[in-house]
């Protein structure tokens, strides 16, 4: 199958196409040609009035030159509103003042000497606009009617007003540097074309990337602040509007001293960021947050990058991959000890049986079986850590939930109904596995039970709370003891670290891990007044959505 194009005994020649609208690029072009067209109407028509010959010009017909010119005036001024205007089309704009330029050159050609006047050089003028605003091909049809034109004004002389004959060589001449032109013309915006398409995609594609980029960088958890060589803010994410507490009627670009007032904070505040990489800021409300600073190029007039980042949310990541590694260093050892524990629980099983074994000894044997059996729980306890259980991910009414896991730990220890008080919201809900959260609400509540004073009530308070994004919930447990010691609060989460002689140390440890697993959070919160509370933060369901998709893969 043949591509579109001019074929000439089967050869292609031309392969351009006419715009099928006219861009901006276009529409300029067409109103530089008829600001020519406006100078030259204005020339022609001076031209016709002085009483100074102005070389072979109007010297045939001078009345025909005259009305010609000041036509050519008149029209340039029509098309001068058009364009404007916009209408009509540009496809039918092109062509119609190309036919005008064609009839006009004619008649002024006519009007004067013909040959040798110097008119005819305004249809090679001609040929070349028609080229550039409409193709090679449109080049190549107005130098074929130019062509024709002439000839037929040349018979026209011969015929009707007696002119000698002769002058078809040069003709000739001027018919084939049309064409030539045209050719010429052809290529040229040939490749102005593919120069333009090239650019076009290339814009095309940048504009994608930076939609692309643009989106990549709002999703970013770490505020970003990027500021230019002039101290103006170009970007400015969402997650710098957060942790700063910027006003959401900033609007970007602005100069970095603007954006320092909107966000009430004084240059104190950023004046050692140029001089560090890294630093930590507190701002007024509290917050702690990492700031890191990136020169742009070479040098820092260039520009720099300002990123943020909630110190308190990496110490808790910190914390969070310092527990999944001790959890696996813990689930190792647990394995390895193991094998030497069957041998001893064996050999204590023998020695039990004995005949030979004395009375007094019997009590030692019972001793090794018995802490032979409660190492054997805490491996057995370990190594359950790192199967990944089948978790049932759903939306939990949380008030409802924790009441009848309420119930149901005060019937088995015993205890009265207002020994346990819970508050807060209740209609909140939250997403997670309710049966696994079930066990770290009895773990907290054991230990609470153990270090509280039972003869007070309610010996634990619980308060349930909708967190500010108003997505999950926030539950606080708190009791009437005397709270975690500062100096080991940090430990309280640690494997195998416990207080009581009778504890293995893995509760809080197994709790956490549950609730990490669970896409919800558990912390020790310290108060002033030397109690403290558990805070239990539990997960929306965006966040359980992708963790069971994480958990799929």
Same mark, same amino acid.
Request: aromatic share 8%.
């Given at each position: 199958?043949?591509?579109?194009?001019?074929?000439?005994?089967?050869?292609?020649?031309?392969? @351009?196409?006419?715009?099928?609208?006219?861009?901006?690029? $276009?529409?300029?072009?067409?109103?530089?040609?008829?600001?020519?067209?406006?100078?030259?109407?204005?020339?022609?028509?001076?031209?016709?009035?002085?009483?100074?010959?102005?070389?072979?010009?109007?010297?045939?017909?001078?009345?025909?030159?005259?009305?010609?010119?000041?036509?050519?005036?008149?029209?340039?001024?029509?098309?001068?509103?058009?364009?404007?205007?916009?209408?009509?089309?540009?496809?039918?704009?092109?062509?119609?003042?190309?036919?005008?330029?064609?009839?006009?050159?004619?008649?002024?050609?006519?009007?004067?000497?013909?040959?040798?006047?110097?008119?005819?050089? +305004?249809?090679?003028?001609?040929?070349?606009a028609s080229g550039i605003l409409l193709g090679g091909r449109?080049?190549?049809?107005?130098?074929?009617?130019?062509? %024709?034109?002439?000839?037929?004004?040349?018979?026209?002389?011969?015929?009707?007003?007696?002119?000698?004959?002769?002058?078809?060589?040069?003709?000739?001449?001027?018919?084939?540097?049309?064409?030539?032109?045209?050719?010429?013309?052809?290529?040229?915006?040939?490749?102005?074309?593919?120069?333009?398409?090239?650019? &076009?995609?290339?814009?095309?594609?940048?504009?994608?990337?930076?939609? %692309?980029?643009?989106?990549?960088?709002?999703?970013?958890?770490?505020? %970003?602040?990027?500021?230019?060589?002039?101290?103006?803010?170009?970007?400015?994410?969402?997650? &710098?509007?957060? +942790?700063?507490?910027?006003?959401?009627?900033?609007?970007?670009?602005?100069?970095?001293?603007?954006?320092?007032?909107?966000?009430? +904070?004084?240059?104190?505040?950023?004046?050692?960021?140029?001089?560090?990489?890294?630093?930590?800021?507190? +701002?007024?409300?509290?917050?702690?947050?990492?700031?890191?600073?990136?020169?742009?190029? @070479?040098?820092?007039?260039?520009?720099?990058?300002?990123?943020?980042?909630?110190?308190?949310?990496?110490?808790?990541?910190?914390?969070?991959?310092?527990?999944?590694?001790?959890?696996?260093?813990?689930?190792?050892?647990?394995?390895? %000890?193991?094998?030497?524990?069957?041998?001893?629980?064996?050999?204590?099983?023998?020695?039990?049986?004995?005949?030979?074994?004395?009375?007094?000894?019997?009590?030692?044997?019972?001793?090794?079986?018995?802490?032979?059996?409660?190492?054997?729980?805490?491996?057995?306890?370990?190594?359950?850590l790192g199967q990944q259980n089948e978790q049932n991910l759903?939306?939990?009414?949380?008030?409802?939930?924790?009441?009848?896991?309420?119930?149901?730990?005060?019937?088995?220890?015993?205890?009265?109904?207002?020994?346990?008080?819970?508050?807060?919201?209740?209609?909140?809900?939250? $997403?997670?596995?309710?049966?696994?959260?079930?066990?770290?609400?009895?773990?907290?509540?054991?230990?609470?039970?153990? $270090?509280?004073?039972?003869?007070?009530?309610?010996?634990?308070?619980?308060?349930?709370?909708?967190?500010?994004?108003?997505?999950?919930?926030?539950?606080?447990?708190?009791?009437?003891?005397?709270?975690?010691?500062?100096?080991?609060? @940090?430990?309280?989460?640690?494997?195998?670290?416990?207080?009581?002689?009778?504890?293995?140390?893995?509760?809080?440890?197994?709790?956490?891990?549950?609730?990490?697993?669970?896409?919800?959070?558990?912390?020790?919160?310290?108060?002033?007044?030397?109690?403290?509370?558990?805070?239990?933060?539990?997960?929306?369901?965006?966040?359980?959505?992708?963790?069971? $998709?994480?958990?799929?893969?």
């Open positions: 199958m043949r591509t579109p194009g001019q074929y000439i005994f089967g050869s292609r020649i031309l392969t @351009d196409s006419t715009p099928r609208e006219g861009g901006t690029e $276009y529409w300029r072009s067409l109103f530089y040609l008829n600001l020519y067209r406006m100078l030259l109407a204005v020339f022609l028509s001076t031209a016709s009035l002085t009483s100074v010959s102005v070389g072979s010009l109007s010297s045939r017909h001078p009345e025909l030159f005259l009305y010609t010119s000041f036509s050519y005036a008149f029209l340039s001024l029509l098309f001068a509103f058009l364009i404007h205007n916009d209408w009509p089309g540009y496809i039918i704009q092109c062509r119609l003042q190309i036919l005008v330029d064609i009839i006009i050159t004619i008649l002024l050609y006519n009007a004067s000497s013909g040959r040798g006047s110097g008119i005819e050089i +305004l249809f090679f003028i001609t040929v070349s449109a080049a190549l049809i107005t130098a074929s009617t130019a062509t %024709i034109l002439l000839i037929l004004e040349h018979f026209y002389e011969i015929l009707i007003n007696q002119q000698p004959p002769g002058g078809f060589t040069s003709l000739g001449f001027i018919g084939s540097g049309l064409f030539i032109t045209a050719f010429i013309i052809y290529y040229l915006t040939l490749l102005l074309r593919k120069t333009e398409i090239e650019v &076009a995609e290339k814009n095309i594609t940048l504009q994608k990337m930076g939609d %692309i980029n643009q989106l990549i960088i709002e999703q970013l958890e770490s505020g %970003i602040i990027v500021v230019d060589q002039s101290s103006q803010v170009i970007l400015f994410n969402n997650s &710098a509007r957060e +942790l700063l507490t910027a006003p959401d009627s900033i609007n970007i670009p602005l100069s970095f001293d603007s954006l320092i007032n909107k966000i009430s +904070l004084d240059d104190a505040y950023f004046s050692k960021i140029s001089h560090e990489k890294e630093s930590k800021i507190e +701002l007024p409300s509290g917050k702690t947050i990492l700031t890191r600073y990136k020169p742009l190029g @070479d040098k820092a007039e260039n520009g720099y990058l300002i990123l943020f980042d909630d110190y308190s949310q990496i110490e808790k990541e910190k914390r969070n991959e310092k527990f999944i590694a001790m959890g696996r260093l813990s689930a190792s050892i647990a394995h390895e %000890i193991r094998n030497p524990l069957g041998a001893i629980c064996h050999a204590g099983q023998l020695l039990g049986e004995s005949p030979a074994i004395r009375k007094e000894d019997i009590r030692l044997v019972e001793i090794i079986e018995g802490q032979s059996r409660r190492i054997d729980q805490i491996i057995n306890t370990v190594l359950g759903q939306k939990i009414s949380v008030h409802d939930w924790l009441g009848r896991v309420i119930n149901d730990f005060t019937r088995e220890n015993r205890l009265s109904e207002d020994s346990i008080l819970l508050s807060g919201d209740r209609v909140t809900s939250a $997403y997670g596995d309710p049966a696994q959260l079930r066990q770290v609400i009895q773990n907290l509540l054991t230990n609470s039970l153990r $270090y509280a004073d039972a003869s007070k009530s309610p010996i634990i308070m619980i308060d349930i709370s909708e967190n500010t994004s108003g997505e999950g919930c926030t539950i606080r447990l708190s009791d009437n003891g005397p709270g975690i010691d500062r100096s080991i609060q @940090d430990k309280v989460f640690e494997p195998f670290f416990t207080t009581s002689s009778t504890g293995n140390g893995l509760g809080l440890f197994i709790a956490r891990k549950i609730c990490l697993s669970n896409g919800a959070s558990l912390e020790y919160i310290h108060k002033e007044s030397g109690n403290g509370n558990f805070v239990l933060t539990l997960a929306s369901k965006n966040t359980c959505h992708r963790l069971q $998709y994480h958990l799929q893969e």
